[in-house]
């Protein structure tokens, strides 16, 4: 197997700064609907890029003059992209909310168990719970549907909401930027382990899905 270096496959990137925030757009909408690839994940690289975009002296441009990553431009799209995605998820719940209890999608990826949490959560919080499921991987995207759902007013979600990822989504990214070096000393140490845990993760979803497909075409 060919030596893949990660950290290379980052500086890449770190001087074409349209395909980065475009990216970060397509990650953000696509793990919102069940990607293997968390949030998380996807801001602490965006991360990695501006430091590396910070530190020509250590990760030189491809050419002079070559424009790099900007870390404000980086938060925003980032900031934005997420509140966008969790919005998006939001009016589903809103106009498709009762229709979708009723389909196999809800009880495969949500179920009633989980459902029910979420319910106990907007009993005890009220729309304040809108900011729980944004510090909360797992239930985000159930949480975020069931704010719609609910009736919660779509000024109620924003403004908790996107408080909520006002305060976390930047702080990660600029903190990554910030102390980028040590991380990337962290990825040179595990990479290959950090490779293989993406790759068994894309391979268990791809697997789940395929199977859950047989299966229904199955039962049909």
Known sequence: MPDID?????????????????????????????????????????G???????????????????EGVNLFVLSVVCFFSVLGSDIFI??????FGQRLLKTKFFHKNIGHDRFDKINKLFNKYSYWA????????????????????MGVSIWQFLLI?????????PTQVILVASYGEIILDKIKEIKIFLLGAILV???YWILKKT????KLKRAK
């Open 6 to 46: 990660i950290v290379q496959f980052f500086a890449e990137y770190a001087y074409q700064p349209m395909w980065v925030y475009s990216f970060i757009v397509l990650f953000m909408t696509a793990s919102s609907f069940g990607l293997p690839v968390p949030e998380e994940l996807t801001l602490v690289s965006a």
């Open 48 to 66: 990695l890029v501006a430091f590396m975009a910070a530190n020509p002296s250590i990760y030189p441009p491809p050419y002079p003059g070559a």
């Open 90 to 95: 939001y009016f589903i719940g809103k106009f």
């Open 130 to 149: 809108c900011g729980l499921f944004r510090f909360t991987p797992g239930i985000r995207f159930p949480g975020h549907l069931s704010c719609g759902l």
């Open 161 to 169: 909401d996107g408080l909520a990822a006002l305060i976390s989504v």
């Open 201 to 203: 993760v894309v391979a």
């Open 211 to 214: 199977l859950a497909h047989y």
